[in-house]
């Protein structure tokens, strides 16, 4: 196998065939000039090139973890899904606690579980509004939630 070239994307340097989700890992970190740093985190909740999780459900679980998460942290600058369908970048600002985010992560998806809908799930407040599964996001997260003990064990 021959060398890749280094890529300006930090995942794209990631050996996808090394790790085994599901995991969380630091992805990065970028230090403003003012002195705020953000702290950028790869939630992988399927295994790359061997699943993926549905559009639907993906896009239902994007909604209440971008808005359920807020509700265990004010530092949380974005949380959204990687175009693979795999998992989700979450970016803290000023928040470089790994156990704290694996709680703010559990949290969230303890949320989901109990959801009875999804938030903004409709035409005014969202671009593609059927396009939803709340059962889906649920079975995703009582997934994830399933391997808990795993997420901190990156490569296989």
Not at 38 to 61: G, T, V, W
Not at 103 to 121: F, G, S
Request: overall charge negative; glycine content about 4%; aromatic content about 8%.
């Amino acid at each position: 196998m021959t060398a890749q070239k280094k890529m300006n994307v930090e995942s794209f340097n990631l050996d996808h065939t090394l790790v085994k989700a599901p995991f969380v890992r630091l992805a990065g970190v970028k230090a403003g000039i003012k002195g705020d740093v953000i702290h950028k985190y790869d939630i992988r909740f399927c295994q790359p090139n061997k699943e993926h999780m549905e559009m639907p459900a993906l896009h239902s679980l994007e909604h209440m973890m971008a808005e359920f998460s807020r509700n265990h942290t004010d530092k949380i600058v974005d949380i959204s899904p990687m175009g693979c369908q795999t998992g989700f970048y979450l970016s803290l600002i000023n928040h470089d606690n790994y156990k704290e985010v694996m709680e703010i992560i559990e949290k969230t998806l303890r949320d989901v579980l109990t959801a009875t809908a999804v938030p903004a799930c409709n035409e005014v407040q969202c671009g593609w509004a059927a396009s939803h599964s709340l059962e889906g996001a649920q079975e995703i997260a009582l997934k994830m939630l399933s391997k808990r003990d795993e997420w901190t064990e990156i490569f296989a």
